[in-house]
Nanobody
Framework: QVQLVESGGGLVQPGGSLSLSCAAS????????MGWYRQAPGKQRELVAA??????TLADSVKGRFSVSRGSAKNTVYLQMNSLKPEDTAIYYC???????????????WGQGTQVTVSS
């Protein structure tokens, strides 16, 4: 089985920083793209950042404040969040495209989510 486990959420004041981590484990042959989504109360889940190979993308709302990176083992993804705003408050979810066995296709897996609250 494949698991994605996020860590690093919490409460931070406006203007502060947080770093989120996500590690994929289990029966993994290879990992393709990884990314971060978030869902605020009453809103749809939205893409925050994604990274695949040497390329990455960030939502317009977080450009200049957030950055996304992969670990050397390629089964981890990080989200560095700076200059946080109250509107960044949401549950942040990690996802990854993973091939779990040889000959199989890539499937999308999701983590359980980690709460980020930006408030004074």
């Amino acid at each position: 089985q494949v698991q994605l486990v996020e860590s690093g959420g919490g409460l931070v004041q406006p203007g502060g920083s947080l770093s989120l981590s996500c590690a994929a484990s289990g029966s993994i042959v290879s990992v393709s793209g990884m990314g971060w989504y978030r869902q605020a109360p009453g809103k749809q889940r939205e893409l925050v950042a994604a990274i695949i190979g040497a390329g990455s993308t960030l939502a317009d709302s977080v450009k200049g404040r957030f950055s996304v990176s992969r670990g050397s083992a390629k089964n981890t993804v990080y989200l560095q969040m700076n200059s946080l705003k109250p509107e960044d408050t949401a549950i942040y979810y990690c996802n990854a495209e993973i091939r779990a066995y040889y000959g199989g296709s890539y499937q999308v897996y999701w983590g359980q989510g980690t709460q980020v609250t930006v408030s004074s």
